[in-house]
């Protein structure tokens, strides 16, 4: 029996961080273990360009780094097909395919792509591949048959837009070659978003309020001491608040179930008053070390040998290349257009 696919990855515009940690690579590396899927992990390039098109040099820079932290956290080539997109030339093939179904008054309804478009501030200057990414991305899903796709709520229209294009493209063309996927989504609406380190709603790259995976010790510890907490507990017997503050919210978090009878102590200690920030900070950072210090360790002895990364993401990208080519043949031959 056949295993189902799991298409998952991420746009390389820098260093990942805590928030991709918990948000998707832990989960990743959990799906991955279980071996009961066929996981394709990618570097959306392409995706990336539509807002970064003058910026390839920090492109090619973090398909480095990010394919430096998915193997710190556990992702295995040998396990998981870990791949390039704009090595996949099929990809943009389906794309152009898949855009003579959906009409432009569609893909400005996206929901996503609004929000999204007014956060960049892109005005009426908005470039036709962002506008278009939805299209692309239902032929990364689509190229390889993807069952499941694990995203944030927030991109479940884009899962929907994916889950039309495979309709109007089946139905039009009489066939059943494409896959209509399901997204798998956080259970509650608050899970997999790691609020930043100064309390801001999302930890983000552009914020400069993250812990990266590839941190040394020494800049996690500078971090943590500068979190947000109470801004109201100023002396050690002040009674402290726990809600909003972020030490607490880190902790219930990254604790795992033989903290939790410290960390609840904690919570009630510090909201009664004679506990100092200091304390809980230090507290946390024990934990943090504990879950990034292996995680750093392996980043570091992969790094040494950043050739050997690039033959992996090479050899991941032709075992993709030959999934893609074989739906894009029966993509054309459904359409017709096979004509030798």
Do not use: W
Request: proline content about 4%; some cysteine; glycine content about 8%.
């Amino acid at each position: 029996m056949k295993k189902p696919v799991i298409l998952t990855g991420d746009r390389p515009t820098g260093k990942l961080h805590l928030g991709h940690y918990v948000g998707s690579l832990k989960n990743r590396f959990i799906l991955q273990e279980e071996n009961k899927y066929n996981m394709f992990v990618f570097l959306a390039d392409q995706q990336a360009l539509t807002d970064h098109a003058k910026e390839t040099e920090k492109i090619r820079e973090s398909i480095g780094n990010v394919a430096l932290d998915y193997l710190s956290v556990g992702l295995d080539p040998s396990k998981s097909t870990i791949f390039i997109q704009s090595q996949i030339p099929e990809l943009a093939e389906l794309t152009m395919y898949y855009m003579n179904l959906v009409s432009l008054a569609r893909l400005e309804r996206n929901p996503t792509v609004k929000t999204e478009i007014a956060q960049k501030g892109f005005g009426t200057s908005i470039p036709s591949g962002f506008l278009v990414y939805p299209i692309s991305q239902a032929a990364d899903i689509t190229a390889f048959k993807a069952n499941l796709v694990p995203v944030g709520n927030d991109q479940k229209p884009m899962i929907e837009q994916t889950r039309e294009i495979v309709r109007s493209f089946n139905h039009t063309y009489q066939t059943d070659c494409l896959v209509e996927p399901e997204g798998i989504y956080p259970t509650s609406e608050g899970a997999g978003r790691l609020p930043g380190l100064d309390g801001n709603a999302k930890m983000s790259k552009s914020l400069g309020n993250g812990i990266y995976l590839s941190d040394d010790a020494d800049t996690v510890r500078k971090k943590v001491m500068s979190m947000y907490t109470d801004p109201n507990h100023i002396k050690v017997e002040d009674p402290g608040q726990i809600e909003g503050n972020m030490v607490f919210h880190y902790l219930d978090i990254f604790g795992q179930e033989e903290d939790r009878a410290q960390i609840e102590s904690m919570k009630e200690h510090y909201q009664r008053g004679g506990l100092g920030d200091v304390k809980t900070k230090r507290f946390l950072l024990d934990i943090l070390e504990r879950e990034l210090s292996p995680i750093r360790e392996r980043r570091l002895e992969y790094a040494k040998d950043m050739g050997e990364v690039f033959r992996m993401l090479e050899e991941g990208s032709q075992k993709a290349r030959s999934v893609a080519a074989q739906t894009l043949s029966e993509v054309k031959s459904a359409m017709g257009i096979n004509y030798f």
